[in-house]
């Protein structure tokens, strides 16, 4: 089935590990994202990629990076998780650039709980 | 500063309509959205609006108004599986989306 896969779906980890979310799409789309949701607030837009060997930030880019290697792969590295980065992530692809065709397809989410 | 405003919460009970409003203020504008997300699952796309008026598609229609910087989702014949967030967004001129916090909608029987 065509799609996002994002990995791990939850994870624990204590503060100050390295730890990297792993995101796959197959439908060849150009632009992809990694976004954080907190309870009561908007999803949060952290990296993003208009295409392969590109990667732009997003408005919560600090203590996260990223890489676009291949139009396929996306992951999001937290290179020393503090507990503020307790989040659901969502891995997201669009068609055209920088979401300007307006549709996202979402992953299923990375439940993250530093601790 | 770039902001979208939507209800935390709203009920409506199975059969009826719900009208979730949405007001935004963005830099440059691209483009309303609606998203519904289930919980704990990943947002759909509702729908999209750049013009000013209402799309509708099926049970569900959305209105945009840019002069006032409004927009709504109407959900009509309402049923259970409607029990969701509803998420607004606006694309600013960078076709970046400024989300709201989402409006969780419950239905009763």
């Known amino acids: 089935i065509a799609g996002i896969t994002q990995a791990p779906t939850s994870q624990i980890l204590a503060a100050g590990r390295r730890m990297t979310l792993r995101c796959t799409q197959d439908?060849?789309?150009?632009?992809m994202y990694w976004y954080r949701q907190d309870l009561g607030l908007g999803l949060r837009l952290i990296h993003y990629?208009?295409?392969?060997?590109?990667?732009g930030k997003g408005e919560v880019p600090d203590g996260y990076s990223v890489s676009r290697a291949n139009t396929d792969d996306f992951p999001l590295t937290l290179a020393s998780a503090v507990p503020s980065q307790t989040s659901v992530y969502f891995c997201?692809?669009?068609?055209?650039?920088?979401?300007?065709?307006?549709?996202?397809?979402f992953g299923e989410g990375s439940r993250l709980t530093v601790l | 500063g770039q902001n979208i405003d939507q209800p935390t919460e709203m009920t409506a009970t199975e059969g009826a309509i719900v009208q979730i409003n949405c007001t935004y203020q963005?830099?440059?504008?691209?483009?309303l959205f609606w998203y519904q997300q289930h919980a704990g699952e990943a947002p759909t796309f509702l729908s999209y609006?750049?013009l000013d008026g209402l799309e509708e598609k099926g049970r569900f229609s959305s209105f945009l108004s840019r002069s006032k910087g409004y927009s709504y989702l109407l959900l009509k014949e309402l049923q259970m599986k409607d029990s969701a967030s509803y998420l607004c967004?606006?694309?600013?001129?960078?076709?970046?989306?400024?989300w709201g916090a989402g409006t969780k909608l419950i239905i009763k029987p």
């Open positions: 997201a692809s669009s068609p055209g650039l920088a979401g300007a065709t307006g549709e996202l397809f």
């Open positions: 439908m060849r789309h150009n632009a």
């Open positions: 990629s208009n295409t392969a060997g590109t990667t």
């Open positions: 963005t830099s440059g504008f691209n483009g």
């Open positions: 609006n750049v």
């Open positions: 967004a606006g694309m600013d001129s960078n076709y970046q989306l400024i």
